[in-house]
């Protein structure tokens, strides 16, 4: 583990540039920031989501998933450094199959509503899919792991499966999609 820091503010960026892992330098809008820090702010997210009322289940999925998405986050951070590995796809992969086996088929597009912490939730989903075209960008100019594109991809999917949970906890349903028809 690296040092910590003791002074919050060190002005090193403050020409528009930051410090990797590795202790290179970049462009604050370099695609490897834009990943890693996407990343962050799908973390930032599930914080969200996790300061809301949420079965236990869901409360420790999350816990979990924030821990994996520290080490997505490290692992981009770093050039060439590998963090996660292919058991936490499985976890998800299962962990998806283990909520969606309770709920109903779908046979309508749900809206992105809800409660709180399906409304968070939902977020999430979409913030995860940019994390991952961020990634995948970065990975035309750069090596990352394949792990990481593939968790996000499951990730995401989780995402809209634990809304569709919260929606019944929260709600007792979720809102589907209807063409909309103007009154006249």
């Not at 920031?33 to 973390?43: H, Q, R």
């Not at 986050?73 to 770093?78: D, F, K, S």
Request: with cysteine; charged share 25%; hydrophobic share 35%.
């Amino acid at each position: 583990m690296g040092h910590r820091l003791s002074k919050i503010y060190t002005r090193t960026g403050d020409k528009g540039d930051t410090g990797l892992g590795d202790g290179s330098r970049v462009e604050k809008d370099n695609i490897r920031i834009e990943a890693f820090g996407t990343v962050d702010e799908l973390n930032s997210i599930i914080g969200m989501i996790l300061a809301c009322d949420t079965p236990e289940n869901i409360t420790a999925c999350l816990n979990r998933i924030q821990h994996h998405l520290f080490d997505l986050g490290g692992e981009l951070c770093i050039p060439g450094h590998t963090a996660l590995e292919e058991t936490y796809i499985t976890y998800l992969e299962s962990t998806l199959d283990n909520f969606n086996d309770d709920l109903p088929m779908l046979k309508e597009f749900i809206l992105p509503s809800g409660g709180q912490a399906t409304s968070a939730c939902h977020l999430a989903r979409t913030v995860c899919r940019r994390a991952e075209r961020r990634v995948v960008s970065l990975a035309k100019q750069d090596k990352v792991s394949p792990f990481s594109i593939s968790y996000l991809n499951r990730l995401s999917d989780l995402l809209f499966v634990i809304a569709r949970v919260l929606a019944r906890h929260e709600n007792g349903s979720e809102v589907l999609w209807q063409p909309y028809q103007e009154k006249e």
